[in-house]
């Protein structure tokens, strides 16, 4: 009995845990207002997928090679790219709070 009740609670921890993970995830992918933000999971995707083939092929292959420049430009570019488009919704909000 009191096994089985220590086993309930590690699970309900666990879940806990889950749903922390998923709170963090929606506060990273959300804007300053709250809206979900397509732009910074787009961003995610690119730089996961990337990353993730490059590490799938230095293992396959058992070498370490680096990264050539257009996988880097693949990753930095999206970033770039959302640097750029906050810096314009910033000014754009200083532009209509005037």
Known sequence: M???RKRKVKQFNGLLKMGD???TSKKIFSEDN???SSMRLIVFIIIV???FNWTYINIISKTLSPLNWADIMLVI???ITKV???GKEK???DMTNN
Do not use: A, H
Request: aromatic share 10%; no cysteine; net charge negative.
């Open 2 to 4: 009191l096994f089985d």
């Open 21 to 23: 993970i998923i709170n």
């Open 34 to 36: 709250g809206n979900l």
């Open 49 to 51: 997928t990337v990353l």
């Open 77 to 79: 570019g999206p970033l």
């Open 84 to 86: 750029y488009q906050k």
């Open 91 to 93: 000014t754009s909000e």
